[in-house]
T-cell receptor, first 109, second 115 residues
Framework: GQNIDQPTEMTATEGAIVQINCTYQ??????LFWYQQHAGEAPTFLSY??LDGLEEKGRFSSFLSRSKGYSYLLLKELQMKDSASYLC??????????WGAGTKLIIKP | NAGVTQTPKFRVLKTGQSMTLLCAQD?????MYWYRQDPGMGLRLIHY???????AKGEVPDGYNVSRLKKQNFLLGLESAAPSQTSVYFC??????????????FGPGTRLTVL
């Protein structure tokens, strides 16, 4: 079966750095997406990786290792507004997104 | 641009009642999707459409029907609601299926409770 695993919850301090991991087993691979979802709101796109390596976008970076079925999202200089759930999703061979359950990130002052 | 809009935002149904959720997008996207999101689970695809007049089943299609008569609209119907369909429903759209510029854009969601 297809499976996306990520931690349920993480806590970090304002101004610090946090890494959210995602491991996956899917039928085919056509890219990995990270989305941010604030409580009660819709998911919004953060990043996309299809090749191995690091993609940097401001305070957020995303890394992919296809051979290990592994990705992480790195958030630097954490701000209170970064408190949200972070969703990892893999596009499978049918170009459908398979979603993880999300990691709830709690930022403390 | 409004992006992706959904109506209604909230709804309470009794078991056995029917309803239709409306999704509209003004980005001229080809692909549209209906997901449900339940606590502790990832988004699950109910049905999707790859263009006007087409629909296809996703991971959890039972109990739902869809129609895409116009490119900008994607309707999700519940013919006989059940408590197991209590969930938050999200509509999404994308220009194509995959790739770096083809991320899915989501509507604000519909919170449905079936008593």
């Amino acid at each position: 079966g297809q499976n996306i695993d990520q931690p349920t919850e993480m806590t970090a301090t304002e101004g610090a750095i946090v890494q959210i991991n995602c491991t996956y087993q899917t039928s085919g691979f056509n890219g990995l997406f990270w989305y941010q979802q604030h409580a009660g709101e819709a998911p919004t796109f953060l990043s996309y990786n299809v090749l191995d390596g690091l993609e940097e976008k401001g305070r957020f970076s995303s890394f992919l290792s296809r051979s290990k079925g592994y990705s992480y999202l790195l958030l630097k200089e954490l701000q209170m507004k970064d408190s949200a759930s972070y969703l990892c999703a893999v596009m499978d061979s049918n170009y459908q997104l398979i979603w993880g359950a999300g990691t709830k990130l709690i930022i403390k002052p | 641009n409004a992006g992706v809009t959904q109506t209604p935002k909230f709804r309470v149904l009794k078991t056995g009642q029917s309803m239709t959720l409306l999704c509209a997008q003004d980005m001229n996207h080809e692909y549209m999707y209906w997901y449900r999101q339940d606590p502790g689970m990832g988004l699950r695809l109910i049905h999707y459409s790859v263009g006007e007049g087409t629909t296809a089943k996703g991971e959890v299609p039972d109990g739902y029907n869809v129609s895409r008569l116009k490119k900008q609209n994607f309707l999700l119907g519940l013919e006989s609601a059940a408590p197991s369909q209590t969930s938050v429903y999200f509509c999404a759209s994308s220009q194509l299926a995959g790739g770096p510029v083809n991320e899915q854009f989501f509507g604000p969601g519909t919170r449905l409770t079936v008593l």
